[in-house]
């Protein structure tokens, strides 16, 4: 499509992830039932008898990169939890784990494992190699239900079904609402061709919302501290800022995109802030969550009054209360699962929707293609306003994908984000409400 470009995923994960030349070709993938350990059972999936229906979540655990062991932990809590109920239309719920070990030769194990198993879904996942576990899922007809939206695939590929807008949504819905309370704003992201695409995002926030493009200080992704950034970036911030003299100037904002760099970052950027005490920080979420701010102290630390945009309501949002009766209930006292965590969060909302539907399919065939259809055939689901109403379609009727298809994400279906701000050391709702994203991506992708 001549003059426009497609807008890769450009997550950045709060740890280094490793790749390529540093995979492990033996790494094994640690796979563990509910019911039966890592052994086939047969006849889990096909008819509509009383067989278990077996499904698998997977995520990194016990690495050296990022780490989601909530993830497939509160898979297990649901599973006993709804199996305590009856099951889902009367049948049990068998849930799979499996580690990918951030790497994409055990994303592929987890994935074919998924195939051997017989699997109806991969429901609530996390893996940074989409390009290794889509093609023996795709393969399959597995449908990848609500994985975290760290790769580019989860929005393309037609087996996929995303329950948030991964980092895009993020940066692109910062931009926005930045626009409307910074002065200048500065971006602080890797010289690298991934960070080359998220001044794209951020500015399409910023423009939409009739703000100026941020500054753009580039920064190498393996540092060890940054402080010349850090003073580059305070000094770009506060010219015309509030305290400047300039009349009606906003305090300057600086935005960290380091990924597991930016709590580096911060570390170096609190030194320098003593001299621009009027500076806010804002970032997205995947950067820093409420386990990053009390690690760096809290109401004290370098991360208060920051902005930060996510895809759901805070923790402490009564919406999230069916969640944590269900933690509350099989995982107490299980400290891998954190209700504030945004992988247990979407775990949570990923199951929701499989649960959906599977239920309209009465006491019909449970199969991938049955809950492939389910969810192709316009099935609209309601999260609770966790998330706005999800609808994936095949057919004619219309579907915030339509919109999104020719920026290249055609199975994003929620592109909508929450602002919070961190105050007396918690993340907590800045304004109520989502901010929808949908058109400000669609301003991204114009050169």
């Not at 597995?142 to 079904?161: A, M, R, W």
């Not at 500076?279 to 930060?308: C, F, K, L, N, W």
């Not at 805070?314 to 209930?329: H, T």
């Not at 539907?357 to 689901?381: C, M, P, Q, T, Y």
Request: charged share 20%.
């Amino acid at each position: 499509m001549t003059g426009r470009r497609r807008i890769r995923s450009t997550f950045l994960p709060q740890h280094r992830p490793v790749r390529a030349a540093a995979l492990a070709a033996g790494a094994l993938t640690a796979c563990a039932s509910l019911v039966t350990g890592c052994g086939v059972v047969p006849g889990t999936t096909g008819g509509s008898g009383g067989d278990p229906i077996k499904v698998m979540t997977w995520a990194p655990s016990d690495t050296n990169a990022t780490n989601k062991p909530g993830m497939p932990a509160f898979a297990r809590a649901y599973a006993r939890w709804v199996n305590s109920r009856g099951g889902i239309n009367g049948r049990k719920l068998t849930v799979l784990t499996c580690n990918d070990h951030n790497d994409g030769v055990s994303a592929a194990q987890c994935a074919r494992r998924a195939v051997k198993e017989n699997v109806v879904a991969v429901v609530g996942s996390y893996s940074q190699y989409g390009d290794s576990f889509f093609p023996p899922l795709e393969g399959a007809g597995i449908p990848y239900i609500g994985g975290y939206g760290v790769t580019n695939d989860e929005f393309t590929s037609p087996l996929s079904y995303p329950v948030n807008g991964g980092q895009p949504t993020l940066l692109a819905g910062l931009g926005k609402e930045l626009a409307a309370v910074c002065g200048n704003v500065t971006l602080v992201r890797p010289d690298t061709i991934v960070g080359d695409e998220l001044p794209v995002l951020l500015d399409s926030g910023l423009t939409t919302g009739g703000h100026r493009a941020a500054s753009d200080v580039r920064a190498a992704d393996d540092a060890t501290e940054y402080s010349a950034q850090s003073t580059k970036a305070l000094v770009s911030s506060t010219s015309g800022a509030a305290g400047s003299g300039v009349k009606g100037a906003k305090e300057g904002c600086v935005v960290p995109a380091l990924g597991d760099r930016t709590s580096t970052f911060m570390d170096s950027f609190r030194r320098a802030r003593e001299d621009y005490p009027e500076v806010r920080t804002a970032m997205a979420m995947g950067s820093v969550d409420q386990t990053v701010i009390d690690a760096s102290g809290g109401a004290s630390g370098p991360y208060e009054g920051s902005y930060i945009t996510g895809w759901y309501p805070v923790e402490s949002d009564a919406r999230w209360d069916a969640m944590k009766k269900v933690i509350n209930a099989e995982a107490f006292g299980d400290n891998r699962i954190d209700s504030a965590d945004a992988g247990v969060q979407t775990t949570w909302i990923a199951y929701q929707v499989f649960e959906k539907a599977v239920e309209s399919l009465g006491g019909g065939e449970v199969s991938a293609d049955s809950v492939r259809g389910a969810l192709n055939d316009g099935l609209k689901i309601s999260t609770g306003g966790l998330t706005p109403t999800l609808r994936w379609t095949t057919r004619d009727t219309w579907s915030t994908a339509d919109d999104l298809a020719t920026v290249g994400f055609p199975r994003m279906v929620n592109a909508h984000v929450t602002l919070q701000v961190v105050r007396g050391g918690q993340l907590v709702a800045a304004r109520e409400g989502f901010t929808d994203a949908t058109r400000t991506l669609q301003n991204a992708d114009v050169d």
